[in-house]
């Protein structure tokens, strides 16, 4: 692959986390190089959203250690990965919903602290979804789901993020919006130069757009291997059909 | 306040206009007062989402500071003014930091907030009535003023002062909530705590600037309360329980609604007695708070997402 040479922009290192006592990820490592995109896939309850969410210190991690660009960041508090570039977009078209499109968009630059920055974030997001721009006033809980989705992307745009966690942003919409998202997906990489990790379950879908792609089972990763190889591989149909044991 | 200046024998069109002005100007002042409460009360509750009480417990004891810094140390009492509203959002960090935080880290639910909140109205009556005794305490820094008389309705130069400053600073108070940097991230922690958290905000902070700026606010009112009734121990509870009232009907969690239902309380309650003995106040005002309770929980102003819950 183009990218295997380079340093990884984050390295998840013997990650043990979970929900105070309940273990779910065991023995977790993986690399996620700078300017891919990279797709953690697996069954319900493998663990895919919790190891999102250990990235960004939202579990209680046991042991094990998450470096972002060489510097550890387990157990760093949320502001301070935001500084670092980092955003996370939870998984069910979560906003502000009774703020506006413009004010919920503000919010993901809240750490911003430069007004022409945030203006040319706000520009550029308006760019990549020009209907959010179009209902800048409206309330957010009065967009459609696709739209919803679009705003809860681009409030993490807005905070011009180096790595951007996505859990399943196509939960919940029609497969034409699906494809459109894809797509969004693809642009944002290459337009705001960062990095995707995205847990998804339109396989499909998602290893085409993707550089990498990560099985999980059972909180452990089953394979980790460049798109193309994993599309071709057996181990999807294992996984996912059920005759994996 | 006066009202009910009804005689028997005398109804015709005008004294019904002079009584309608007079119960128009009483409901405004009665409705500023609430206002006030209401205000403070509804910032408070939409960031930290439990009903804060003791509220009341912080006018109780913002009138007891001016009363202190005015008659008691003798200072001016724009200064005294001052002060009073600077202890009151001080008061109210306190109560944030070391009261109800400490409970939120162990986990503790809205109900148990609530509570804690009842106990420490109590508490704050009794220090009060500890410190200083139950008598009524007055101010006196305004001469008894004879009233004017606008369309046949009278109004103390006092009262005037108290619906005009009232409306200015909510007025105030609403732009800030709406336009501010600080008003928008407060509305954003009020909507949805997880994702404020996630988006760099410290929700305790923002919770903790909420019990400030409240806090101030009751301040504000306790000192327009200390200028034109007594002062006494149990002054906060009645405010508490009208400004509550005020901000369910308009919508707890909007600070323009609950501005918005506190001039509709005070105006219900006052053309009530058109009807009704004015012993009947409280009742109105509770049937009311039934009523929007019962039919319409969200209030006036509440937003429901087009969501039944």
Redesign the interface.
């Known amino acids: 692959m183009k990218n295997s040479k380079k340093d990884s922009i984050l390295k998840i290192s013997n990650l043990n986390a979970g929900y105070d006592s309940v273990q779910i990820l065991h023995d977790v490592n993986i690399d996620v190089y700078p300017e891919t995109i990279t797709t953690l896939m697996g069954p319900n309850g493998a663990g895919k959203s919790t190891l999102l969410k250990s990235i960004?210190n939202?579990t209680d991690v046991i042991s094990g250690e998450i470096t972002y660009n060489n510097e550890s960041i387990t157990n760093m508090a949320?502001?301070q990965l935001?500084?670092h570039g980092i955003s996370?977009v939870?998984q069910g078209k979560?906003?502000?919903?009774?703020?506006t499109v413009e004010?919920n968009l503000?919010?993901?630059a809240?750490?911003l602290k430069d007004k022409h920055t945030i203006k040319d974030n706000l520009i550029r997001v308006y760019d990549e979804f020009p209907v959010l721009e179009k209902k800048k006033n409206e309330?957010a809980?009065s967009l459609s789901g696709g739209q919803q989705q679009m705003l809860a992307m681009g409030?993490a745009l807005m905070?011009t993020p180096k790595l951007l966690l996505l859990d399943e942003p196509s939960l919940g919409l029609s497969p034409k919006l699906v494809k459109e998202l894809f797509e969004h997906i693809m642009d944002i990489k290459t337009n705001f130069q960062t990095t995707v990790l995205i847990v998804e379950h339109n396989l499909k879908s998602a290893l085409s757009i993707s550089d990498y792609g990560i099985v999980l089972v059972g909180g452990e990763v089953k394979a980790i291997q460049p798109s193309q190889d994993l599309i071709k591989s057996d181990i999807i149909r294992q996984v996912f059909v059920g005759s994996f044991d | 306040m006066t009202q009910g200046r009804i005689s028997a024998n005398s109804i015709s069109v005008f004294a019904n206009m002079n009584i309608f002005i007079q119960l128009l100007i009483n409901g405004l002042i009665a409705g500023s007062i609430y206002a006030l409460v209401a205000s403070g009360f509804s910032l408070i509750y939409s960031t930290n989402r439990f009903m804060h009480f003791a509220h009341g417990g912080t006018i109780t004891v913002s009138a007891y500071i001016l009363l202190t810094f005015f008659k008691l140390a003798g200072l001016n009492f724009y200064l005294s003014a001052i002060l009073t509203v600077i202890s009151a959002g001080i008061l109210g960090y306190l109560m944030h930091a070391v009261l109800y935080m400490p409970l939120r880290k162990r986990g503790s639910s809205g109900a148990i907030l609530l509570i804690a909140s009842v106990g420490l109205m109590i508490l704050l009556e009794n220090l009060m009535l500890m410190i200083y005794g139950a008598d009524v305490k007055s101010l006196k820094f305004i001469k008894i003023a004879k009233g004017m008389e606008i369309w046949g309705a009278i109004i103390t130069p006092l009262q005037l002062v108290i619906i005009i400053s009232s409306v200015v600073l909510l007025i105030g108070m609403a732009f800030f909530v709406k336009k501010s940097k600080l008003g928008s991230t407060m509305r954003a922690v009020a909507d949805n705590p997880e994702l404020a958290e996630i988006s760099g905000i410290s929700t305790s902070k923002i919770q903790g600037m909420s019990f400030v700026i409240g806090s101030a606010i009751a301040g504000f009112a306790a000192i327009l309360i200390g200028l034109e009734q007594n002062i006494e121990p149990t002054m906060g509870l009645s405010l508490i329980i009208k400004g509550f009232t005020g901000a369910i009907i308009g919508g707890v969690t909007s600070l323009p609604g609950s501005i918005v239902g506190s001039y509709l309380l005070g105006l219900v309650e006052n053309f009530g007695i058109w009807y009704l003995p004015s012993g009947y106040k409280d009742a109105i005002s509770f049937v009311l708070l039934f009523v929007f309770l019962l039919w319409r929980p969200t209030g006036i102003f509440g937003i429901n997402k087009g969501i039944k819950k």
């Not at chain 1, 979560?94 to 703020?99: A, P």
């Open positions: 960004f939202l949320t502001h935001l500084k996370y939870p979560v906003n502000f919903d009774t703020l004010r503000l919010m993901g809240y750490r309330y809980f409030r905070n």
